[in-house]
């Protein structure tokens, strides 16, 4: 875990890599939960086994935004920071997903910090996050990621 006491110290790391997370699995289980919260069933995500017959990936795979809802978990895992009262996810700036991620495979994020400005009460922190999946080339999903600290 990366710690990071004060806001000037977080200033100081713009433009780094700051922390890269934990190797995570991603089950069916999750995905089969992921689908009934979304209501995004679509077979590919599903059904695993016409996904073994009719996919490359020998087997399903996740849901692209259930990759991307794993980033404020990644950050919490991986960066602690002080002097801080309140985190609120403010948006995210860009969002693509390079190559799909298959079911029963491990990611990680590697956490980049872009930008710090300050805002009335805190500050708005832009994160690049790359979550990269276990023995593949191409990660999963990149994303800008901006929360702002107060």
Known sequence: ?????????????????????????????QVNRFADATGDHQWIHVDVERSKRELPYGGTIAHGFLTLSLLPLLLQQTIAMGEVRMLVNYGLNRVRFPTPLPVGRRVRGVINLLSV???AGGAQVVWEVTIECENNDKPVCVAEFIIRRY
């Open 117 to 119: 400005e300050d805002i």
């Open 1 to 29: 875990m990366r710690e990071i006491a004060t806001l000037a110290a977080l200033k100081e790391l713009v433009g780094q890599e700051v922390a890269v997370s934990d190797w995570i699995e991603i089950s069916q289980d």
